[in-house]
């Protein structure tokens, strides 16, 4: 099932079952529960890095919508594909479109750098 849609984000948690039915009558130990989670989470992982190598040096569209977790001068929005976007720019740029060519791809977001027609209007703000 994880192959079939590599562009949809997989969300899992572990969680006890309290009163089991017959579809879950096999007893699972809690090693192999983690290993299968593990498992499960590294195919997303590889699927993911995959599937967003397709936007590197593609310019994209983002929204952008506040200061990104890696640091100083780092933002992030998101793109029409709602991918993550991060690029280096000025805090006036929150709430605007911005053009950002991509440079690197990870496995839960693309970065970039700020085309600069972008950051020549940032400036003369």
């Excluded at 590889?46 to 593609?58: D, H, M, Q, S």
């Excluded at 977790?69 to 709430?95: H, P, T």
Aim: a positive charge.
């Amino acid at each position: 099932m994880c192959g079939t849609k590599p562009h949809t984000p997989v969300q899992t948690v572990a969680f006890p079952v309290e009163q089991r039915t017959s579809a879950t009558q096999a007893d699972i130990s809690d090693a192999e529960k983690r290993q299968r989670m593990e498992r499960l989470l590294t195919l997303q992982r590889e699927i993911a890095t995959k599937n967003y190598k397709r936007f590197l040096g593609r310019t994209m569209r983002v929204l952008v919508e506040g200061d990104s977790k890696r640091g100083d001068g780092w933002l992030f929005g998101k793109s029409n594909e709602a991918i993550i976007v991060e690029f280096m720019g000025d805090r006036s740029l929150i709430g605007t479109f911005v053009s950002v060519q991509i440079t690197e791809s990870k496995n839960w977001a693309v970065s970039g750098r700020l085309l600069d027609d972008e950051r020549k209007e940032a400036v003369q703000k």
